[in-house]
Each structure stands twice: as C-alpha cells, then as structure tokens.
C-alpha cells in the first residue's frame, strides 16, 4: 500500500494563477482533510470530505475549493492563489480516528 | 472549540536524558493524538488514547481526562528522537470526524 500520496510536492505560483493539488489514498478511508502548516501555528484544516461527493469547510476554507469524485482522491484547488497561501498543505485520511498523513506538498506564491 | 496548549516550545536536552512533554486541552474530548514530524516534514501519529497509559517502544503518552491533560515521555532519549512532538484533539467534544485541532508542536533536540 502506498498509503497517502501527495501531488506535486513542491510548486511555484505566480499571483492570480490558479492550480490543484491532489490527494489519493489507496486504504479505502471514508475521511479525508486538507490542512495547511504556517511558521509559528498548528496545522489548521481548510476542508475535509466524509465520504465520495461530500465536503465540507474547516477552520480556513477562503480561497480554496475542494472536491471528492472518487473515494480514494481529494482534490484542493486555489483559483486565484495569494502571496497569504504560501504553505506547506498536507492531505490526510482517517481510519477508526487515527489520521494517516501524505508528506506534503511545498507551495510558494509570488 | 478547543483549545490546545503545549509545553515547552523548544526542548534541548542530551542523549539518555528522560523528555516529558506537556498538552492541555480546553473541551471534553474523546481521544488525543500524538503526532512526530521529522525534520523532513513528514507526519506520522505516535498514539491516539482516550484514557490512562499507552506505551510504544521508548514513548509513554499518558492522559488525564478530568484535567484536560496529556503527557509525552521518551525515556533514554537519542538524536534519532530529535522531531517536532505534536498534540491534536478534535475540535469539539465527539469522535473528530470534522478533523483535529492540533497545538503548535514541540521542538525537540536530543544533543549527542
């Protein structure tokens, strides 16, 4: 098993420009979240999904839209990314409360 | 929603020495979570407990559900053990299906 996989790990955005981020899982989890990791503060969650077709806003969900088609892939998109979403975003999935975390991936916005 | 405190921020200490690690919690919850995130950033949880003791190797987390309080040990510490120690409950009194609170982590250096 793969586990939690994140795509890509590292990416540059200029203002304004818009991309997705990927999440699958491959442990048939019902749960999947999006966090975010800034400098100085916890990991802050923006969406999560409890099942394929449902999401729903976390602590942080402006500027972000996300979508759950298939049970094993989560997607995060930014549609007009901002300087304030440099992150690091991780995607995690739950099984009977432990949550299994992918390994990050890096943005930077210009 | 709860509100999560960890302690201390930054620890240095030298190999073998005994870590504790502190979280204090503001809600009732169900479980808490530990979390080890190495310094190439990935996350991987250490334990989830609900109530007394659990141990793993050389970790001890212990939880004190009326005080709203969890403790992280590492006994005979190495630089291996050298990570950032995160605490995480959900949000509010339940199970966490809408995710985790988590506190802003500990850093942990282990000095050979």
């Known amino acids: 098993n793969a586990g939690v996989t994140q795509t890509p790990k590292f990416r540059v955005l200029k203002t304004g420009q818009s991309m997705t981020l990927l999440c699958a899982q491959d442990?048939?989890?019902?749960?999947m979240y999006w966090y975010r990791q800034d400098p100085g503060m916890g990991l802050r969650l923006i969406h999560y999904s409890v099942g394929e077709g449902t999401t729903a806003k976390g602590e942080v969900p402006d500027g972000y839209n996300v979508s759950r088609l298939k049970k094993q892939n989560f997607l995060l998109g930014l549609e007009s990314a901002a300087p304030s979403q440099t992150s690091v975003y991780f995607c995690?999935?739950?099984?009977?409360?432990?949550?299994?975390f992918g390994p990050g991936t890096r943005l930077t916005v210009l | 929603k709860n509100e999560v405190e960890q302690s201390p921020q930054n620890l240095t200490a030298q190999e073998g020495e005994f870590i504790t690690i502190n979280c204090s919690y503001s809600v009732g919850i169900s479980a808490l979570h530990w979390l080890q995130q190495h310094p190439g950033g990935g996350i991987v949880s250490l334990f989830m407990?609900?109530?007394g003791k659990k141990k793993h190797g050389r970790l001890i987390a212990t939880i004190n559900i009326q005080e709203k309080h969890s403790s992280l040990h590492i006994t005979a510490s190495h630089p291996r053990d050298s990570a950032v120690y995160i605490c995480?409950?959900?949000?509010?009194?339940?199970?966490?299906?809408?995710?985790?609170?988590f506190g802003k982590g500990t850093h942990l250096i282990i000095q050979p």
């Open positions: 995480a409950v959900p949000p509010y009194s339940g199970g966490g299906a809408d995710g985790l609170t």
């Open positions: 442990m048939n989890h019902e749960y």
């Open positions: 407990l609900s109530s």
């Open positions: 995690a999935s739950r099984s009977g409360g432990e949550q299994f």
